[in-house]
Antibody, heavy 122, light 108 residues
Framework: QVTLKESGPALVKPTQTLTLTCTFS??????????VSWVRQPPGKALEWLARIDWDDDKFYSTSLKTRLTISKDTSKNQVVLTMTNMDPVDTATYYCARTRLEDYHQYMDVWGKGTTVTVSS | DIQLTQSPPFLSASVGDRVTITCRAS??????LAWYQQKPGKAPELLIYGASTLQSGVPSRFSGSGSGTEFTLTISSLQPEDFATYYC??????????FGQGTKVEIK
């Protein structure tokens, strides 16, 4: 059974750096074609794709947020870490990680964590 | 970045109705499109990928079609558990990827 779980602080202050961890089981990020993505959703708003890391350590970022984001993985711990610098109240959102697969040239996010809610406030 | 425009943003329908949601891309994305369902307070769930391939376990009343810049998600006979918000996502080649703004399906 594939599961993912996000963890991190529920509250951060403006200008601080947010560190979120996605701990997963049921698959390996050393398997060719396997990826993990991060997505966020501000309250009452749409989903926003943030970043992706691949089995071969390729990394991709949102155009608007790429200067603030860093994604990394620890395959021995089955974890993916996302850091976001210079947090602002507009970054208040639920943050999700999701397994991302490549199959027959099609990519998709097939299993999601339940999400972790982050509030940015002084 | 590729922009996705979903329509309508809100849809009011009755149980048993046939429902169609449209997603338009700002440039051609072949069939690299997925659809997700999200219920309040829950994570999104994958319904369809590759524009028309039904994810395992998803009821057959859901179907997807389209290629290039115009795509549709159809629910052939709306069920009570289908009232939710639906998002399209383009996964064309290398990221960045984008989501549509969502379509909320409400009970009439």
């Amino acid at each position: 059974q594939v599961t993912l779980k996000e963890s991190g602080p529920a509250l951060v202050k403006p200008t601080q750096t947010l560190t979120l961890t996605c701990t997963f089981s049921g698959f390996s990020l050393t398997t060719s074609g396997m990826r993990v993505s991060w997505v966020r959703q501000p309250p009452g708003k749409a989903l926003e794709w943030l970043a992706r890391i691949d089995w071969d350590d390729d990394k991709f970022y949102s155009t608007s947020l790429k200067t603030r984001l860093t994604i990394s993985k620890d395959t021995s711990k089955n974890q993916v870490v996302l850091t976001m610098t210079n947090m602002d109240p507009v970054d208040t959102a639920t943050y999700y990680c999701a397994r991302t697969r490549l199959e027959d040239y099609h990519q998709y996010m097939d299993v999601w964590g339940k999400g972790t809610t982050v509030t940015v406030s002084s | 970045d590729i922009q996705l425009t979903q329509s309508p943003p809100f849809l009011s329908a009755s149980v048993g109705d046939r429902v169609t949601i449209t997603c338009r891309a700002s440039q051609g994305i072949s069939s690299y499109l997925a659809w997700y369902q999200q219920k309040p307070g829950k994570a999104p769930e994958l319904l369809i990928y590759g524009a028309s391939t039904l994810q395992s376990g998803v009821p057959s009343r859901f179907s997807g079609s389209g290629s290039g810049t115009e795509f549709t998600l159809t629910i052939s006979s709306l069920q009570p558990e289908d009232f939710a918000t639906y998002y399209c996502q383009q996964l064309n080649g290398y990221p960045p990827w984008t989501f549509g703004q969502g379509t909320k399906v409400e009970i009439k």
